[in-house]
């Protein structure tokens, strides 16, 4: 799910109204980035540690692998279990399921309902797709024991595209509803977006009805972004950021994300324009929760700042990839690129899905008609209309062009290193490596020390042991007895 992918980021042809609510009610961040493949962004998010300090970098898991995220690492559902939090897992895991020992069920959640892999069919594995995913995700709340905390992840499969030969899946009623969406294939992925911003509605919904939505901390975040065009493309789109997921400029790593709680109602702004990386979350909801983060990981707690408005301590991050053979560091207001990046993914995309067609519908009355704002309403957070202007102050405009792949741009390669200004030139279009070579040199340097951290991401081996013909035709656990 690209930048371009949600409308509280100013764009029109999407609406995500339930999604926008909560960001116009709690806390948007402006700069909030994760790593740009999924496995290594769910590693950060589950750990607090960057992807190449586990081990966990580059191309995602695949079920014929034996890999899974350290067993030496302990994840955050074992740390809110630690607190007496109940634990679940619905959807998308993708951090290993060769062993028994990489499950959810061994990593600190009570239970997990969904998938072990990267995607799924919608429609052909009927206990998976998105309908039973959600209904079992409402269950779950409803049927929680209140004398313990809940903490409830919800990893959607929308917006991800499917198997190939079906790529893009959604009901036909909300295609139809797309019409408005010039491009057909974007319409079916808008469609996908709808499905999950509804479910978003149903879940506040529901923890309303179950009386707890008031001590509830809500985070929506997408895990990298869109995958615009080449292998497992959905028609997302990240416009006008540059690159899109798999690559380390700035459409694959700069990403949606907000959090949202009752207890917010005191914010004085409600976009916060600090960094926050993926690795982040696991101190900064362990903080929320009353408990002291740990000191032994990447991950800086910021829930002070964030609720409080204030600079961010989160001064520098890394995208490291030894396996693709690329390395990026962003420090300050810079942005330093080196090794090969895919030049396929490194282009502005996106551009020619922004297409609409006749009357787009309203997006205030989407707004009003949503859940959410239902929601608000009863809870006494009357939704201000002057909070839509915060779409304004969030939208990027570069004034990029399709045909930028003509060579102006600044390709990194191993004879080649990118800088760039990401506070004034957020499309990464002018590079700074001649301007400034003393702070290439020393990006460079740090960069160095951090990839002396890293564990050498290892060659992807097929294992045939882990053919579903041979586990009752279904993705298992394949790999217990092996040494």
């Known amino acids: 799910m690209g930048w ?57 898991i695949l079920g014929i692998e034996d890999r899974g995220l350290p067993l030496t690492e302990k994840v955050l559902p074992q740390y809110f279990k630690e607190l007496g939090y109940a634990t679940h897992l619905v959807g998308k895991w ?19 309902f969904g998938h072990r892999g990267g995607f799924i069919d919608y429609y052909e594995y009927e206990l998976q797709e998105n309908v039973p995913l959600l209904i079992n995700c409402l269950l779950v709340i409803l049927s929680h024991d209140e004398s313990k905390p809940l903490f409830l992840m919800v990893s959607h499969n929308a917006p991800h595209s499917a198997n190939n030969g079906a790529l893009l899946q959604a009901p036909p009623d909300e295609v139809r509803a797309m019409r408005h969406i010039e491009n057909p294939e974007r319409k ?25 939505l008031h001590n509830t901390i809500i985070a929506f975040i997408s895990d990298n972004g869109a995958m615009t065009s080449g292998l497992h493309l959905n028609y997302g789109s990240n416009w006008p950021l540059r690159g899109i997921k798999m690559s380390p400029y700035e459409g694959g790593v700069r990403v949606n994300g907000l959090v949202w709680s009752q207890k917010l109602t005191n914010v004085n702004n409600h976009a916060w324009g600090g960094y926050m990386h993926v690795v982040d979350w696991l101190p900064t909801l362990l903080r929320a929760a009353g408990s002291e983060p ?34 990026s560091i962003v420090s300050g207001d810079f942005k330093l690129v080196t090794g090969y990046v895919n030049p396929q993914y490194s282009t502005y995309q996106g551009g ?17 008609k949503s859940k959410m704002y239902s929601v608000l309403h009863k809870v006494d957070m009357q939704f201000n209309i002057k909070h839509v202007e915060l779409r304004n102050k969030l939208q990027i405009d570069c004034k990029v062009r399709n045909d930028s792949q003509d060579g102006t ?75």
């Not at 993708?94 to 997990?112: E, I």
């Open 94 to 112: 993708h951090v290993g399921q060769s062993r028994t020992k990489f499950l959810p069920t061994s990593r600190g959640f009570d239970n997990h």
């Open 352 to 368: 020619d899905l922004r297409g609409i067609i006749g009357p787009k519908p309203s997006y205030l009355k989407s707004l009003e």
């Open 188 to 212: 079916i992925f808008a469609a996908s977006v709808k499905k999950l911003d509804d479910s978003v509605g149903d879940i506040v919904q529901t923890l309303l009805k179950k009386g707890i």
């Open 4 to 60: 371009n992918d949600v409308s509280f980021h100013g764009y029109d042809q999407i609406l995500t109204p339930n999604i926008d609510l909560l960001a116009y009610s709690g806390v948007v961040f402006e700069r909030y980035y994760s790593h740009c493949i999924c496995t290594p962004a769910r590693s950060a998010l589950l750990t607090g540690k960057f992807a190449h300090v586990t081990g966990m970098q580059g191309l995602p």
């Open 294 to 327: 740990p000191h032994n990981i990447d991950g800086i707690d910021l829930w002070n700042e964030i609720v409080h408005n204030k600079t961010s301590k989160r001064a520098e991050f890394f995208e490291i990839d030894d396996y693709n053979g690329y390395a």
């Open 409 to 483: 741009l600044c390709n990194s390669d191993k004879n080649k290193i990118c800088l760039f200004n990401i506070k004034e030139d957020p499309c990464e279009m002018q590079d700074l490596a001649e301007n400034y070579p003393d702070v290439v040199q020393k990006m460079l340097d740090r960069l160095k020390i951090e990839l002396n951290r890293t564990i050498p991401r290892k060659t992807p081996v097929s294992d045939p042991r882990a053919s579903p013909l041979l586990h009752n035709f279904a993705w298992d656990v394949w790999a217990d007895n092996i040494s």
